[in-house]
C-alpha cells in the first residue's frame, strides 16, 4: 500500500474503506463525506481492539490512524467528540 499526501488533503471516502491504526487493519469506515464547515473529510466507522480487549478511550487517542482508499493510504485522526462543536453548544443555540 502505498501513502497518500497529507491530512489536508480533501479525498473522497463513501464508506468501506479499511481503517489502519498503527499498521494494523482494525476496522473499516461506516459512513463518509466531506465536512464543508470544517473544510475536511469525515468518516465514522467501527473499530476493533487486535488482542480482542475491550476498545477504550486510551487505545483510541494512542494509535496512529490512516484509511486505505483504492491501496493508497490517507493519513487520519481520530476523534472522540464532533471536531465541529466538540462542547454541543449550537445545539443550545450558543453560537
Same mark, same amino acid.
Given at each position: !500500500?502505498?501513502?497518500?499526501?497529507?491530512?489536508?488533503?480533501? /479525498?473522497? !471516502? =463513501?464508506? $468501506?474503506?479499511?481503517?489502519?491504526?498503527?499498521?494494523? /487493519?482494525?476496522?473499516?469506515?461506516?459512513?463518509?463525506?466531506?465536512?464543508?464547515?470544517?473544510?475536511?473529510? $469525515?468518516?465514522?466507522? #467501527?473499530?476493533?481492539?487486535?488482542?480482542?480487549?475491550? /476498545?477504550?478511550?486510551? =487505545?483510541?487517542?494512542?494509535?496512529? #490512524?490512516? $484509511?486505505?482508499?483504492?491501496?493508497?493510504? #490517507?493519513?487520519?485522526?481520530?476523534? $472522540?467528540?464532533?471536531? =465541529?462543536?466538540?462542547?454541543?453548544?449550537?445545539?443550545?443555540?450558543? #453560537?
Amino acid at each position: !500500500m502505498e501513502n497518500g499526501p497529507g491530512p489536508d488533503r480533501k /479525498v473522497p !471516502m =463513501f464508506g $468501506l474503506e479499511a481503517i489502519w491504526r498503527n499498521g494494523q /487493519v482494525v476496522g473499516h469506515v461506516r459512513r463518509a463525506d466531506f465536512g464543508f464547515t470544517i473544510n475536511k473529510t $469525515l468518516a465514522y466507522g #467501527y473499530i476493533r481492539d487486535p488482542s480482542d480487549r475491550p /476498545v477504550s478511550q486510551d =487505545f483510541v487517542r494512542s494509535g496512529d #490512524y490512516a $484509511l486505505e482508499r483504492m491501496g493508497v493510504a #490517507y493519513p487520519a485522526q481520530a476523534h $472522540l467528540k464532533s471536531p =465541529f462543536d466538540p462542547d454541543n453548544k449550537r445545539v443550545k443555540g450558543i #453560537y
